[in-house]
């Protein structure tokens, strides 16, 4: 048995195929990347390597709260969606009493918040926020335009009546009368 070499140390044993350290051929045939050195298996229990009270996995911030380079913060495109949702509603229920009126005046606050929150460049949706906008006038203009035609009915209908009553009679003397003839 031959002794150890020129410097006194035996040389490493040779590297079986597919033993540590051989490249591991990953997606489209590229090797994959090396894991980091000293990291077999699975990481470590996040108990062990976090200050007590914090939660989730280390390396890893919670939802929306990092703001580094290279995130942004997610648009906030509520106050546009709800302005052509009630934009929406309030034309097509505009004949329940008032309803598309106070509606499309909704659709029309919520979508100039909206709009100016776009311009701010908080949100994405100009023009979800513009078609709230114009939906919500459609709708009072509508509703408005329905209300103002029922009351003049009622109203005018409560006339008629009056007067059928001071002409004297009954408010029935149009109705069909049947007599026998015997």
Known sequence: MPGPGPGGELPPPPIAPGGPGTPVPGPYGYPAPAPPAGTYGYPGHPAATQPAGAYGYPGYPGYGTYAGPGWQQAPSNGLGVTALVLGIISVVLFCLWGLGVVLGVLALVFGVLGRKKAQRGEADNHGVAL????????????????????????????????????????????????????
């Open 131 to 182: 078609a709230g906008i114009i939906l919500g006038a459609v709708g009072i203009v509508v509703g408005g335009a329905f209300l103002a035609a029922m009351i003049w009915t009622i109203t005018t209908a409560a006339d008629r009546s009056d007067q059928r009553d001071e002409r004297g009679g009954d408010s029935f003397d149009t109705s069909l009368v049947v007599t026998s003839h015997r």
